[in-house]
């Protein structure tokens, strides 16, 4: 292809972004990076009825936290309106257009009529100028459609990126109402304007618009305009096979924010829903834009997995820098009512725990127990705080009182605890973690004593009494 790479995502506002439109949108962006083309940001919102100003924040939202930025819009179809009936009146001047004017029952009876026949369910062209049909007389009163007037013989085909070569057979397609009797303009009339106007050479979209696209490609036809490339990713199903519902992860992109996802995990598990690079499972932004390409994308369809996406935050966890990590916990914390101004330095708390959590909500919770008064549940405390547990802890906290303050000290002072009571390290180490953080495991017990500091820790054991 000669022409620059144009490619375009293209979201109804009707709800929010969930994750197949976020894969989508990455898939149609990295094409358009990759090749150092254009990447162009569409709402269609002519479903007046459903589109809401909400649903388009949402959008713009779910974009600008995933980093996908547009080169141009967002256009709105509503805003163009004036340019689909300039483009439907020159239709029906050329003649690859006319007016329909069968009432909706008019069309159910014979729809009706064609089931009983076991006959496909179609409009039956009664409208259709032909050379030598005499059309019927307009009926007084009733508003018509525009239909467009669909090729009836020989075949539509594309050879989708995708899927491969694609054929429909011209005779399967009746005749497309473009405009509605109040001389609005269609779903599908627009999509074609909207991507002839705007130069589009790659459509990639979901494969729930394959049935569209042969419609789509003989309006262009006919307006003479350039045919883009069309690929369809196939749909994402849940781990269990079954069609992604909220239970699989089809929710707000926004709500892997709010469920401690890192960005750099959702782009890169998303780039893997469907598409690969060799046995790469770990990779930047950066080499995904590099590598990415079409004829990579697989046919079949994907599968979502928590597991899956929960190992690979952990990684980026793991990775990131730990002023990041300590901004958002700060953040999740102040939305909890948690203050962390007199407790420990919630750096040195994060880097205990951020190679053990693989979200940052599990980072959190776990960072908060360092900040506000803890009260082991009943079942922890008969489990773990016995009278002969209470007895050592009250030893350690005799020989914490004087202690330098420092792990290596700390650790010794608990085994000497142990071999004066008999007890092996968990004995203690459990009842101790149990008594300051209400937790059966953490990180290592020296390292959370030097962390939370002598008052805190010696505070939290005067309670055991």
């Known amino acids: 292809m000669t022409r620059r790479i144009r490619t375009r995502f293209a979201p109804s506002p009707t709800g929010f972004l969930h994750i197949g439109g976020a894969r989508t949108a990455l898939f149609s962006w990295a094409y358009a990076r990759h090749h150092g083309g254009d990447f162009i940001l569409r709402i269609e919102d002519t479903d007046v009825a459903r589109s809401t100003p909400e649903a388009v924040q949402a959008i713009l939202d779910g974009m600008n936290w995933l980093g996908l930025e547009w080169d141009e819009g967002p256009f709105y179809q509503m805003q163009r309106m004036d340019r689909y009936k300039a483009v439907i009146a020159q239709m029906l001047e050329v003649g690859t257009a006319y007016h329909c004017y069968m009432t909706p029952e008019e069309l159910d009876a014979i729809r009706e009529a064609q089931r009983a026949r076991g006959d496909k369910p179609r409009y039956d062209g009664r409208w259709r100028p032909e050379p030598g049909k005499v059309l019927p007389t307009p009926p007084e009163g009733v508003k018509p459609v525009v239909r467009f007037k669909n090729p009836t013989s020989g075949k539509v085909a594309w050879n989708d990126v995708v899927k491969g070569l694609i054929e429909f057979d011209n005779a399967e397609l009746d005749d497309l109402i473009i405009a509605r009797p109040d001389g609005t303009p269609t779903y599908n009339f ?3 304007v909207d991507d002839w106007d705007m130069g589009i050479t790659h459509v990639i979209r979901g494969d729930d618009h394959v049935n569209n696209t042969p419609r789509q490609i003989n309006i262009l036809s006919a307006l003479g305009a350039e045919l883009p490339q069309y690929g369809h990713l196939s749909m994402i199903l849940g781990s269990d096979g079954q069609k992604l519902s909220k239970r699989h992860g089809a929710v707000s992109v926004m709500q892997y924010d709010d469920d401690g996802y890192l960005v750099e ?13 060799g046995d790469d499972e770990v990779f930047s932004r950066e080499q995904f834009v590099e590598w990415f390409d079409l004829d990579r994308i697989t046919p079949s369809a994907a599968q979502f997995n928590f597991e899956k996406l929960d190992w690979l935050n952990a990684h980026y966890i793991k990775q990131a820098e730990p ?10 914390l102040a939305k909890r009512g948690v203050s962390i101004e007199n407790g420990p330095s919630l750096e040195a708390v994060v880097a205990l725990y951020r190679e053990r959590v693989s979200t940052l909500v599990q980072l959190a919770d776990s960072v908060e127990a360092y900040y506000i008064d803890i009260q082991p549940s009943e079942e922890m405390a008969s489990q773990h705080l016995t009278d002969a547990a209470k007895a050592a802890l009250r030893s350690l906290q005799a020989r914490f009182a004087g202690a330098v303050w420092d792990k290596a000290t700390l650790s010794a002072a608990i085994k000497e605890t142990c071999n004066e009571h008999g007890l092996k390290m968990p004995q203690v180490a459990i009842p101790l973690r ?6 059966s495991q953490t990180p290592a017990i020296d390292a959370v004593l030097e962390v939370l500091g002598r008052d805190c820790v010696m505070a939290r054991l005067a309670k055991l009494g």
């Open 190 to 192: 627009c999509v074609v």
């Open 434 to 439: 149990v008594a300051l953080l209400g937790v």
């Open 265 to 277: 995990s959702v782009i890169n598990y998303l780039a893997r829903l469907g598409w690969s690079h």
């Open 323 to 332: 002023a990041v990590l300590v901004a958002d916990a700060a953040r999740r």
